[in-house]
């Protein structure tokens, strides 16, 4: 659980709007099975791209799991074909 709650602490930062560090205090103070689910793995990319349940934490579909694989597959593509100019559609 320490792991979990290091995760979901580290979701109530500035970086990360008011409504996000609310819905995660009130998980670790009323719902620690939630915030278990929630937070015990990072969000996976697969073949089929990201599928998951929408809502806050590292293991949900929401704007900060979104934007740190869209930035990862951009590192990636610069890495492997660098000075190329790049196009990608993400849908």
Do not use: C, H
Request: aromatic residues 10%; charged residues 30%.
């Amino acid at each position: 659980m320490d792991d979990i709650l290091t995760n979901a602490k580290a979701w109530q930062t500035d970086f990360f709007d008011p409504a996000v560090r609310k819905e995660i205090q009130d998980l670790i103070a009323n719902d620690p099975e939630e915030l278990k689910d929630r937070f015990y793995k990072n969000m996976e990319f697969g073949t089929g791209g990201m599928r998951g349940i929408m809502g806050v934490g590292t293991n949900r579909i929401n704007k900060y799991t979104l934007g740190k694989s869209t930035q990862g597959l951009s590192n990636y593509l610069k890495k492997v074909y660098p000075g190329e100019e790049l196009k990608v559609v993400i849908a």
